[in-house]
T-cell receptor, first 110, second 113 residues
Framework: QKEVEQNSGPLSVPEGAIASLNCTYSDRGSQSFFWYRQYSGKSPELIMFIYSNGDKEDGRFTAQLNKASQYVSLLIRDSQPSDSATYLCAVISGSYIPTFGRGTSLIVHP | GAGVSQSPRYKVAKRGQDVALRCDPISGHVSLFWYQQALGQGPEFLTYFQNEAQLDKSGLPSDRFFAERPEGSVSTLKIQRTQQEDSAVYLC???????????FGSGTRLTVV
């Protein structure tokens, strides 16, 4: 069974700090990796996706992929209270069906 | 439409009642997915359509769950004889291709009493 693991948290960081969210996956053949943000009571919204090893930056967000170690991470620079949410990692292996982790709750305190 | 539309937004069903949840994907999106999300958990895959073809239904928890997308656009998830454990948020997502990500609707919160 394909598994995507995330620490449920909560991860608490002060405003302005870097938040680091991690995700590991079991299927070495996984090809595409997504990070979603989900506010309480809302649906997931796509932050960014990454396919290749290395870093991908988009504004304050950086996704990092290491296929050899089977992990993908999301860094949020200059964290803001509005970043407080649950962050979901999703992985695609073979088919087009994303498998989601349980999410990590992030709390950014002023 | 501009986004994925789901209805109803909330549904309260008495145990044993049948329910139908609707998803209207982004226009032109070939792929459509249904997920179930329990409180504090990530979305769990239920079923996947490409156009009108249901390519994977391995996540449907029982034969009480049925999904269709007869014209390759709007999809309906039907749950027969609802039970308390069916209470969850049902999310629909559509995609125009992996390179474009997957867009979720607002979900339907089902509560079985």
């Amino acid at each position: 069974q394909k598994e995507v693991e995330q620490n449920s948290g909560p991860l608490s960081v002060p405003e302005g700090a870097i938040a680091s969210l991690n995700c590991t996956y079991s299927d070495r053949g996984s090809q595409s990796f997504f990070w979603y943000r989900q506010y309480s009571g809302k649906s997931p919204e796509l932050i960014m996706f990454i396919y290749s090893n290395g870093d991908k930056e988009d504004g304050r967000f950086t996704a990092q992929l290491n296929k050899a170690s089977q992990y993908v991470s999301l860094l949020i620079r200059d964290s803001q209270p509005s970043d407080s949410a649950t962050y979901l990692c999703a992985v695609i292996s073979g088919s087009y069906i994303p498998t989601f982790g349980r999410g990590t709750s992030l709390i950014v305190h002023p | 439409g501009a986004g994925v539309s789901q209805s109803p937004r909330y549904k309260v069903a008495k145990r044993g009642q049948d329910v139908a949840l609707r998803c209207d994907p982004i226009s032109g999106h070939v792929s459509l997915f249904w997920y179930q999300q329990a409180l504090g958990q990530g979305p769990e895959f239920l079923t996947y359509f490409q156009n009108e073809a249901q390519l994977d239904k391995s996540g449907l928890p029982s034969d009480r769950f049925f999904a269709e997308r007869p014209e390759g656009s709007v999809s309906t998830l039907k749950i027969q004889r609802t039970q308390q454990e069916d209470s969850a948020v049902y999310l629909c997502a559509s995609s125009g291709g992996v390179d474009y990500g997957y867009t979720f609707g607002s979900g339907t919160r089902l509560t079985v009493v």
